[in-house]
C-alpha cells in the first residue's frame, strides 16, 4: 500500500518524507489556501517545492472545469516535473480530459468521487488513480469503507490498472480499514500516519527494557 500525505504544508511534507514511508502527496486549493499559498505564480512554486522534497507523484488539481481549460492548466502543471499528477474534477469535461491526459501518458488523479458508479468512468478514462472521499461520506452517515470495497471489485473484476487512492482519510482506524480491503493507496493527514506508531504497551515495554538495562548498568 502507497502513503501519500494529503497536505501542502512543506514542513508536515518533510516530516512524514524523513519517516522514510512516504510515497506521494496530495494537494487540492483548500490545502493551499490553507497554508496561505495564493496567486498562479506562489501556487506553481509551492508545487516544484513540494516535488523537490519528495521523490513520488505529486496530485496537483485544475481549477478550471471545462475542457480546454482543464487541458491548458493541466498540460502546464505536467510540465513542471514528472512527478506531476493532474487531478481532475469527476465530472463530465474532467473525464474527458482524464482521458485526454492518460492517452499522452500524463498522469491523473480523478477526484471528488463519492460512488462506484464515478469510479468505474474514472477507470474505463484511464485514470492512474481514482480517489474515493471516505471521510466525506461518513460525515453524512454513509460508510466510506464499503465504497473502498465496491471499488476494489469492480476493478477487480474487469483487470482495471487504476488505483484506488483511499482519501478524506481523516484517522489511523481509516488506513488500516483501507488496507484491509485493498485499497492501492491511502492519503491522509501526518496526525493519522503517526497514529499507527502508537501502542500503550510498545511505550511501557520500552520504558521497562530501558529500566532494567539501568539497574544492571
Ligand atoms: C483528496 O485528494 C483530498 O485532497 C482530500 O483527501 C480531502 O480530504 P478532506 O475531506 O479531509 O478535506
Not at 38 to 55: M, P, Q, S
Not at 128 to 155: H, Q
Request: proline letters at 3%; charged letters at 20%.
Amino acid at each position: 500500500m502507497k502513503f501519500f500525505i494529503d497536505t501542502a504544508n512543506l514542513e508536515q511534507i518533510k516530516e512524514a518524507q524523513a519517516l522514510g514511508i512516504l510515497d506521494g502527496v496530495t494537494t487540492n486549493p483548500s490545502l493551499m489556501a490553507k497554508e496561505g499559498i495564493t496567486g498562479e505564480a506562489n501556487i506553481i512554486n509551492h508545487y516544484k517545492e513540494i516535488c523537490n522534497l519528495v521523490e513520488g507523484d505529486v496530485s496537483a488539481e485544475v481549477i478550471s472545469t471545462d475542457f480546454d481549460g482543464m487541458v491548458k492548466e493541466g498540460e502546464a502543471l505536467a510540465a513542471l516535473n514528472p512527478q506531476i499528477v493532474v487531478k481532475l474534477p469527476m465530472i463530465k469535461d474532467g473525464v474527458k480530459a482524464c482521458k485526454y491526459f492518460s492517452s499522452k501518458g500524463i498522469k491523473t488523479n480523478v477526484t471528488l468521487v463519492f460512488s462506484a458508479g464515478q469510479a468505474l468512468l474514472a477507470a474505463k478514462a484511464g485514470a492512474t488513480y481514482v480517489s474515493p472521499f471516505i471521510g466525506r461520506l461518513d460525515d453524512i452517515s454513509t460508510d466510506g469503507m464499503n465504497l473502498i470495497k465496491e471499488i476494489r471489485l469492480i476493478y477487480d473484476n474487469y483487470g482495471f490498472e487504476t488505483e484506488i487512492l483511499a482519501a478524506s482519510v481523516r484517522n489511523t482506524m481509516h488506513i488500516i480499514n483501507c488496507a484491509k480491503l485493498g485499497a492501492d493507496v491511502m492519503t491522509g493527514p501526518l496526525s493519522a500516519i503517526e497514529g499507527l506508531l502508537k501502542h500503550p504497551l510498545t511505550d511501557s515495554g520500552l520504558a521497562t527494557f530501558l529500566a532494567d538495562y539501568k539497574k544492571g548498568n
